[in-house]
DNA sequence: TGTACATCAGTGAACGCGCGTTCACTGATGTAC
DNA sequence: TGTACATCAGTGAACGCGCGTTCACTGATGTAC
């Protein structure tokens, strides 16, 4: 039943992309190995041949995870620049339809976890919060670089702070008013341009 | 070995106080019932004197996990009032001390794995957070009741978020700029009594 | 190019191990008289 | 108030069960000549 080398990579590819949803849908200790396997049509005896442990395809699959929400967001912003490109990306994100995809941020539907996490999957965490603020900064133009990349800061920290809330809260009521309200207050503040007077 | 009325119920009482901070160290799933059993001094099959189940123990501990939430940011505020007490909750909460503190807020140590959490217990959740935000708005006199409770839910979930970013990254420097410009933004956001003009 | 053999992707069963839960047992506490 | 018995908090061992990992096996693919 050996496979050709082309076939072995998609395979590997496919159980990559299944698990990096899977985790962010049960969560990276209430998901086996078995369920990843089974999801991407495969039995769970094969997964060694592709990777050296779960902890392996933990930290590879989370990274294509924080990967993919740059680009997820990137397409958001599309050709829009400014505060147009990040209206649009505080939109999609503060989402209801966000909120309730199993293909969720990674910060969100992993958070906690991910602080229990290795360091090299830490290390990966450190780089896509990284990533995500230099995309934001980059489109606050009337600010000084170091001063975009503070209020850039706050605002994915306000993002990713609403969505888990809105994500945990079981009054679908409140969950939508704090996405809501967070949209609001985001949208003010990437179209006045500051927010509220970062300095230094 | 039966045990007097008290000291049962104090047994009671520290299994879940234990579990409580045991929880919020290690995660729901990662925290087993001998665990929080052994940290309280005792041997496992004692516990289903005390408890119908492990989920029992979890609702009954994080909902007094979400109480004294409330009541340690209450302290930090003490007799402060309006921006003030608003100033020294956020100082507290967004410390490096919380951040390091196994007892860290429940909506950080476990927002990610509250959203798989029974019904029941995301009740306790949303009720948590609706103190939280009464208590942010109640210290927003400037604005009318329903404008301040707004402006508290974006303010809370900034908290939140910051938190939860600055516990999962690596990086101790990024980590703590999260932390200072979180606290710098909601210092500024709390003084200038409506922050970025709430509405409707 | 064709043949013979080595490789190895994937299967299905098995392995320890730790988990939540149960249980027989103990002896101090609570209750009935 | 004192006595006899029932209750039950806590112990320590055991129970299934699911987990991550290993392994013998298979047969198609890759390689050496």
Known sequence: MRKSREETARTRQRILETAAVEFRRGGIAGTGVADVMVAAGLTQGGFYRHFAS???LVKESLANSFDALRASIEDS???RKGPA????????YLSLDHRDSPACCPFVSLGS???????????????GFTNLVELVARNLPSLSRGAARKEASVIVSTMIGALTVARLISDKDVSAAVLAQA???????VSSGSGNRPGT
Do not use: N
């Open 54 to 56: 779960k902890g392996a």
């Open 77 to 79: 912003m599309r050709d």
């Open 85 to 92: 490109a990040l209206a649009a990306a505080i939109e999609g």
């Open 113 to 127: 976890e991910l602080a229990r996490e290795s360091h090299d999957v830490r290390d990966a965490a450190t780089i």
């Open 183 to 189: 949209r609001k207050s985001l949208f003010e503040r």
